[in-house]
């Protein structure tokens, strides 16, 4: 279960398994694929609910409003 509290650990948790496994997960299946990235997407969003660190957003530039 994702939770505020371990978002950012499985989050990287799942950027590292990726970059580790990048070659085989398009053998996985399609809805398996699906839920991985609706996974991360659920991940990165609660990222973004968490003030990070100090007073600065560590947001990506596509998720920062101008």
Same mark, same amino acid.
């Given at each position: ?6 978002? *950012?650990?499985? @989050? ?21 694929? *699906?839920?991985?990235?609706?996974? @991360? ?5 609660? @990222? ?19």
């Amino acid at each position: 279960m994702i939770n505020k509290k371990n978002a *950012k650990r499985v @989050l990287q948790d799942e950027i590292e398994w990726c970059r580790a496994n990048k070659n085989m997960a398009p053998t996985k299946s399609e809805s398996w694929r *699906k839920g991985f990235i609706s996974g @991360l997407m659920q991940a990165k969003r609660l @990222l973004r609910q968490i003030p990070a660190e100090g007073s600065v957003k560590h947001v990506g530039a596509r998720g920062r409003k101008a």
